[in-house]
């Protein structure tokens, strides 16, 4: 069997703050968010964000722990290219958009008519073109959900071409695209159907790949990983791409804690996410496939018993305890988006919560939790994008430290909260281990 | 003509003469080149899309910036 490894991963953002009014959350409380006017960023303050530095690969996670909060308060001199990703623009996102947008949904030009099924695209307030609707009545084609689809497949393409040129990977050698994101394409006949992996293959020219989508919520790239790495170790595929667009509905998610403070509105970008699993080199690491972690039934709605299947139980299956990984990617909310609007340090309660079973199962003493979770976690760094924020973006950087030959084992872990869709009361998850070739 | 980094959507899209750009932020650019080596690639990126104006095409076709990695496509 061949040992699959990561061979490259980026993460990419859009700056789109004239976009965040079709975000759900604004686009339901008109008034307040019409309050929130002079409350949007600027890209270059978009792009000097010291989070979103660390998202792109410029900063490492552990600078974000040297630096005083609140974030958005340290302009500094930064670039919107780094080693592992970019930030764009949001003109140039829109051209993005009108380039592959094959079914005339996007007009650009001031002229242009708004009709009653389309949306209007603004850029720094100036109405700059018109988003159309395919349909009348189908829902699934309305203008307000084509263009979340849409925007997913041009994040998403903007991810895959940014990797395949930095990292000069011959397109061609992909054979497959797995589809990660959250965003339902299809039509009322087949609402969530997919194809949006393929829609991004074949945009970066990837003229040999086959390609589906797995659907998982916010785990849907962990999952997505372990098919890859299946099919890699099985010979079906060389090389096969993991792909994530953003999510527009996502965008000003939290604004209404935003207007209580002096924060801007934070959340004003679509992220973007790349990752190539295959035979790699040696210095790239191993997804271990006898170490993947599930959550199933038996779990219920046990935080603890979530994390014993998806930590403790494969790392068993490794010989391994809880200290013997380096560090930990879990969900990697950045906490200044989430704590103004009540929703506290996602990613500092997951770190506590496993520091928490590492002293039950008697990895660690009881005193040594704090200090556990510090050495062996993340500060969060990623916009509130869902799926994308789910442990993936530690991905680039973990490249890195497996290269400088700084970090020997590392752990992917993602909850999906399936509830939400009303099917199951369920939480879902999805965990994998990557290994440096001489990892003891 | 089209310069573009994603040079099988412009086919798609009906453009006959296509030129393989560098990258999606940047077709006819290269942020990690010094200021002179980027001059001279825009000057040949441009000379590269004149010479495809210049060529008769009976078929949808994509250029690279190097002659000898030209391809064509269906």
């Not at chain 2, 980094?5 to 003469?17: C, H, K, V």
Request: glycine content about 10%.
């Amino acid at each position: 069997m061949i040992e699959p490894r990561i061979i490259a991963a980026t993460f990419v953002l859009e700056h789109v703050p004239d976009l965040v009014r079709y975000g759900s959350k604004p686009s339901r409380s008109e008034e307040q968010f019409a309050t929130a006017a002079g409350k949007g960023r600027s890209y270059d303050d978009a792009v000097w964000y010291p989070p979103n530095q660390v998202f792109i690969g410029n900063l490492s996670p552990d600078a974000l722990r040297d630096l005083s909060r609140p974030w958005w308060a340290h302009p500094g001199d930064a670039h919107a290219v780094g080693p592992s990703g970019e930030i764009m623009g949001q003109s140039q996102f829109y051209e993005l958009l009108a380039r592959l947008d094959v079914f005339e949904l996007v007009e650009l030009g001031q002229s242009a008519a708004v009709g009653p099924n389309d949306l209007p695209l603004f850029d720094a307030g100036q109405q700059i073109g018109v988003f159309h609707g395919a349909h009348e009545e189908d829902e699934s084609l309305s203008a307000r959900v084509l263009l979340e689809n849409l925007a997913c497949k041009a994040s998403g393409v903007h991810a895959l071409d940014f990797l395949l040129k930095q990292k000069r990977i011959d397109p061609e050698g992909i054979t497959y695209c797995i589809g990660a994101g959250e965003e339902a394409v299809g039509d009322r006949y087949q609402r969530g159907g997919g194809g949006i992996g393929r829609a991004i293959a074949e945009a970066c020219g990837l003229e040999q790949a086959g390609g589906a989508d797995v659907k998982a919520f916010c785990a849907g790239p962990i999952h997505a990983l372990v098919a890859a790495a299946t099919l890699v170790a099985t010979s079906v595929h060389r090389q096969v791409a993991v792909v994530a667009g953003g999510s527009l509905a996502k965008l000003g998610m939290k604004f209404l804690g935003a207007l209580q403070t002096d924060a801007p509105i934070l959340e004003d970008v679509l992220a973007g996410m790349a990752i190539v699993v295959g035979h790699g080199a040696p210095s790239d690491p191993v997804i271990r496939l006898d170490a993947v972690g599930f959550t199933s039934p038996r779990s219920g709605h046990s935080q603890q018993a979530v994390l014993e299947e998806l930590v403790a139980e494969p790392l068993r299956r490794l010989g391994k305890g809880l200290r013997d990984v380096g560090v930990y990617a879990a969900e990697l909310h950045n906490p200044e988006i989430t704590e103004a609007a009540g929703g506290g340090d996602v990613p500092d309660r997951n770190y506590k919560m496993l520091a928490g079973l590492a002293a039950v199962n008697g990895d660690i003493e009881r005193e040594a939790m704090t200090e556990f979770a510090i050495a062996h976690g993340l500060p969060g760094f990623s916009p509130t994008q869902g799926h994308i924020a789910s442990a993936v973006p530690w991905v680039p950087h973990a490249l890195k430290r497996f290269e400088d030959g700084t970090l020997e084992r590392t752990m992917l872990l993602a909850k999906g909260s399936l509830f939400l869709g009303r099917m199951t009361k369920m939480w879902d998850g999805a965990s994998i281990t990557l290994e440096a070739k001489n990892a003891d | 003509m089209v310069i573009t980094a994603l040079p099988s959507i412009a086919s798609m899209a009906g453009a006959t003469r296509v030129l393989r750009g560098i990258a999606i932020t940047n077709p006819v650019g290269d942020r990690s080149l010094t200021r002179e080596q980027e001059v001279e690639l825009r000057r040949a990126i441009t000379e590269r899309a004149l010479t495809m104006l210049e060529t008769e095409f009976s078929r949808r076709s994509v250029w690279e910036l190097k002659p000898g990695e030209a391809t064509t496509t269906p």
